[in-house]
């Protein structure tokens, strides 16, 4: 089958299942957008690093696919935009704001219909690339003349972006999952941060801080994501991957379902239908004193209670019990355009331009941790003075501890083939297990069954 | 002479031919060009796409896998009616949701329809009321029910707390006991009232000359309700239960705005399973099967339904 052939029928049959869901649903957003421009840019800027190409004369409607839905992002999406038209003038930014979630869905869809968008941000690269969606981006940082430079960048964020060689994407912020502590409710509770070094540490931590309709800990289990990255976040600080399901690793998976047990009992009850919004809300009101999430906290708390940032910190999860260390996965955030994009020149050159000093400091003094080794603390810091301007002392004490716990405890987090399959199974019997319907061991045989499944099936 | 001879003979089988479909043409041309747009976009946007789904479902498709598309026979099938542990209860989940969903909003519409179909004070302000959540966004209602049905700060608890019903917290969506009622309430409010409306319509349409004249032989209220306002309604309610089933079946959007067709798939019926096969694990090819399947079901599903209420409507 041809290539145009067999993109018209996966596209008529994307088509015809998402009809077959919920009819005929309008698009709004992924509109016409008039491409004027920009093809006569290609082939000359390809040689010579975009320098040749009379910039205030390309013209082109960018599709940018954005994933920031809290309202610092959303405004630094806006700020970038107006940046680059002052800048490009003939060149217009068109944002798609998505959730993280709903994104992957959209792009597949989008990609198989030929309906290709110019820009997105990336986490985990692994399900676009094998959708063969992504543009290798290699050729362009080798290009003479180019001002990004892989040495640019924290060790550890390059390699999340990349897949059997090739580079997909542009880090621009270190991610990662850590536990966040009310450090305040943990004081009152008669420990301090520096007493949560294992699991048990935090059990107890957790079983003193439950009194008075306030809860030690907080894991979503309502959504399947979150269900899967919580466990998934604690598993590291037990040497073991989630999706390992190896008899050498069973001892280490049964100590972290018995982890999750232990903590049931000083979780509210409506964790069960938790999803992040709900999670970050009880955390935010002082209802629950630890949640595990990452470097995107202060961005997702902020506009519910600025004062909570001033009392929290955070920690890479403490040791369980077969871990060596505590440790914290380290993914990135980060930019990349698409193979069958039709503006890749002006692609590149706003990947840059998100790239820069002006704006990734802004990003990370809104989403805390750069990627990118230029990039001035002091720069991030003053940002974030206008970011949170309620909660800048917090902040700038969150900034340090992410720092820190990146450097010491911070190891690459593994990109799992088939794992939003996985997050249900793993939903599936933490809900069942934490609602007393089975054993830890009855747990982990199910979830062994059904990851060794999904395994089998994409191999 | 000749040639005038000729005109005049009678026409051979081909102009005769011709001169029917002019006539036809002339007669019903119009017609079938004001249809042409219509037909032209059911075929292109319904009946393509549906064969596409059938011929797909025949192949192991996985965009994620990196196998390509390979020609599978009903492997996808077998796959999910035989070893699919989850397929079944998905199965049964749909039906409840279906029947479930139906049922609570007929009871809910016929007396929300008796009563706004009396001379009530302010009626028509009740019957526009009335139509709110049928003309709110799925979503949002969706969105707002979780809320209400939130175990922590939800309203439904704390007004059964401050009645004293209860005196702890339910978690309804994460209950096994209580989600599925939860569910199928927030369905029904959703869906009544469409059903009142048609209800109305219908009552409408019943001689008030038979019900005075059943009054007058001394027909209690409920006997005349039961003897002659119901089979009265029969052919409305049978259209409209046919209505609610098929829309009921594809009302995906509620469950996933409430729990996401979880927790793992236990509040999911094949619409969500077959979206979330498709759209979130990108296997195009059981996602085609799992669509092909539904529609064989809700066609079944029809079909014993027209054959159980559809007789004797007249």
Request: one cysteine or more; hydrophobic letters at 45%; proline letters at 4%.
């Amino acid at each position: 089958m041809s290539r145009g052939k067999k993109r018209f029928a996966i596209g008529t049959a994307l088509m015809a299942l998402a009809l077959a869901v919920s009819g005929c649903g309008s698009s709004g957003e992924s509109g016409n957008a008039n491409r004027a421009s920009g093809g006569s840019a290609e082939a000359s800027a390809a040689a010579t690093g975009g320098d040749a190409i009379d910039w205030s004369t390309v013209k082109a409607d960018i599709r940018f696919v954005y994933p920031g839905t809290s309202e610092a992002e959303k405004e630094l999406a806006e700020q970038f935009k107006a940046r680059m038209k002052e800048k490009y003038p003939n060149i217009n930014i068109e944002y798609m704001y998505l959730s993280w979630t709903d994104m992957e869905k959209k792009l597949s869809v989008m990609l198989n219909s030929g309906d290709v968008p110019d820009l997105t941000q990336t986490q985990d690269v692994t399900n676009l690339v094998r959708l063969n969606g992504l543009e290798d981006l290699n050729p362009y940082f080798e290009r003479e003349g180019e001002t990004l430079k892989k040495e640019d960048f924290l060790p550890g964020t390059m390699e999340y972006a990349q897949e059997d060689g090739k580079l997909y994407a542009v880090p621009n912020l270190a991610n990662s999952f850590t536990l966040i502590v009310n450090e305040k409710m943990l004081n009152e509770a008669g420990m301090k941060l520096e007493e949560l070094q294992t699991w048990e540490d935090v059990e107890r931590a957790a079983a003193a801080m439950t009194k008075d309709g306030k809860y030690g800990f907080g894991y979503p289990l309502g959504t399947a994501r979150f269900a899967f990255r919580v466990p998934f976040t604690a598993a590291y600080s037990n040497d073991l991957l989630l999706s390992d399901t190896s008899e050498g690793s069973k001892s280490k998976y049964l100590e972290t379902l018995q982890h999750f047990k232990n903590l049931e009992a000083y979780q509210p009850k409506a964790h069960l239908t938790w999803g992040y919004p709900e999670m970050f809300r009880a955390y935010s009101n002082g209802e629950v004193g630890m949640i595990a999430a990452g470097t995107f906290f202060t961005a997702n708390v902020y506009s519910i209670n600025p004062d909570i940032v001033n009392v929290s910190r955070t920690i890479a999860y403490p040791k369980g019990p077969s871990g060596t260390a505590a440790k914290a996965p380290v993914s990135n955030v980060g930019i990349a355009m698409f193979k069958d994009g039709k503006n890749k020149e002006i692609a590149w050159r706003l990947m840059q331009e998100w790239s820069s000093q002006e704006f990734n400091s802004t990003m990370a003094a809104v989403v805390n941790v750069t990627a990118i080794k230029s990039t001035s603390l002091d720069e991030i810091i003053s940002k974030a003075e206008k970011a949170y301007p309620k909660a800048i002392e917090g902040h700038k004490t969150l900034l340090n501890d992410f720092s820190k716990l990146l450097g010491e405890s911070g190891v690459p987090m593994d990109k799992i083939p088939g794992q939003s399959e996985m997050e249900v199974v793993v939903q599936e019997q933490m809900v069942k297990l934490l609602t007393d319907k089975e054993t830890v061991e009855e747990a982990y045989a199910n979830i062994k069954e059904g990851i060794d499944k999904i395994k089998a099936k994409l191999e | 002479m000749s040639d005038l001879l000729e005109l005049r003979r009678p026409s051979s089988p081909l102009i005769r031919r011709r001169g029917r479909a002019s006539a036809f043409l002339k007669e019903f041309g119009f017609g079938y060009v004001l249809l042409a747009p219509v037909v032209l976009y059911i075929v292109a946007f319904q009946f393509y796409p549906l064969a596409e789904t059938i011929r797909l479902s025949l192949f192991d498709y996985s965009l994620i896998s990196g196998r390509g598309m390979s020609f599978n026979g009903f492997g996808n099938y077998k796959e999910l009616l035989l070893n699919d542990s989850n397929f079944w209860s998905i199965f049964w989940n749909s039906l409840v949701w279906v029947l479930g969903s139906t049922v609570l909003q007929f009871a809910i519409a016929i007396p929300a329809a008796l009563v706004l179909f009396n001379k009530i004070r302010l009626r028509g302000l009740w019957r526009g009321l009335m139509m709110v959540p049928w003309v709110s966004p799925v979503v949002i209602i969706g969105i707002v029910w979780k809320w209400i049905y939130d175990g922590h700060y939800g309203l439904f608890n704390h007004y059964l707390k401050a009645l004293g019903i209860i005196s702890e917290n339910i978690v309804w969506l994460g209950d096994e006991k209580w989600v599925w009622p939860a569910l199928l309430l927030t369905s029904a409010w959703k869906g009544f009232p469409y059903i009142t409306l048609m209800m109305l319509s219908g009552l409408t349409g019943i001689s008030r000359e038979m019900i005075e004249a059943a009054h007058m032989d001394g027909a209690s209220a409920w006997q005349r309700f039961v003897r002659i306002t119901l089979p009265m309604l029969k052919p409305i309610m049978y259209a409209t239960g046919l209505v609610s089933i098929v829309s009921s079946w594809t009302k995906f959007e509620m469950i996933w705005a409430l729990t996401n067709g979880g927790p793992g798939y236990s509040t999911s019926i094949l619409p969500t399973y077959l979206y979330t096969n498709s759209f979130v694990y990108f296997d195009l090819g059981r996602g085609s099967a799992i669509a092909t399947l539904s529609m064989a079901i809700v066609l079944i599903l029809v079909g014993v339904y027209a054959r159980t209420f559809g007789r004797n409507l007249e």
